[in-house]
């Protein structure tokens, strides 16, 4: 099971593009890379999923190097609502894989 | 629109008292889970059903029992044999089992407290 490490928490202020790298050296073949966004009081949403490269949605991108040992999730020109905790997870999609959501990044956007 | 409703969103037990939070799902999912998260914390597991009338233990599933019934609906009952029942705890749902790669959709949680 990929284990994944990513920084406790992040400021920055409206307006900028933020950047989260999630690390997971050991991640298997068979194995995706998802990002969920969670707000207080709120059950975790998931944002963007990718095997390779570089995948985007209307909310986020999601650039994975050639060696997949990591992984950075870019918010856009971030606002204040973008304030909430990001968890990156690595696991195969098909099957049942024990995994665990993290401590997560703790993200605040300062106006 | 299609989700996730769990129910109530704040609950209170009395000590020695068996409580139940209800989850249901109409996604048409196969897989079901129950987690729970304490302040600044991450996601636990606490069991989790792959199908109907099956469900397996996660990694705190002491004083906590479920039941899978039906596609739409996985009950987790908070026993008196949990200690320390105070959190928040949060349903999901994915398509199949629990990958990691497959996207759990999630309700917005019932805050757990104790009287």
Not at chain 2, 13 to 20: F, L
Not at chain 2, 27 to 51: C, E, F, K, V
Not at chain 2, 54 to 66: C, H, L, M, P, T
Not at chain 2, 80 to 85: I, L, V, W
Request: proline share 5%; with cysteine.
């Amino acid at each position: 099971l990929a284990k994944t490490t990513q920084p406790i928490s992040m400021d920055s202020y409206e307006g900028q593009e933020v950047n989260i790298t999630c690390s997971h050296n050991n991640i298997a073949t068979n194995d995706y890379i998802t990002w969920y966004q969670q707000f207080p009081s709120q059950g975790p949403r998931f944002i963007i999923q990718g095997y390779k490269t570089k995948v985007t949605n209307e909310v986020a991108s999601l650039f994975i190097p050639a060696d997949r040992k990591s992984s950075t999730l870019s918010l856009p020109r971030v606002s204040l609502s973008d304030t909430a905790v990001y968890y990156c997870l690595v696991g195969v999609k098909g099957g049942y894989q024990k995994v665990t959501f993290g401590i997560g990044t703790k993200l605040q956007v300062i106006p | 629109d299609g989700g996730i409703t769990q129910s109530p969103k704040y609950l209170f037990r009395k000590e020695g008292q068996n409580v139940t939070l209800s989850c249901e799902q109409n996604l048409n999912h196969d897989a079901m889970y129950w987690y729970r998260q304490d302040p600044g914390q991450g996601l636990r597991l606490i069991y989790y059903s792959q199908i109907v009338n099956d469900f397996q233990k996660g990694d705190i599933a002491e004083g906590y029992s479920v039941s899978r019934e039906k596609k739409e609906s996985f009950p987790l009952t908070v026993t008196s044999a949990q200690k320390n029942p105070t959190a928040f705890y949060l349903c999901a749902s994915s398509i199949s089992g629990q990958g990691g790669g497959q996207p759990q959709h999630f309700g917005d949680g019932t805050r757990l407290s104790i009287l």
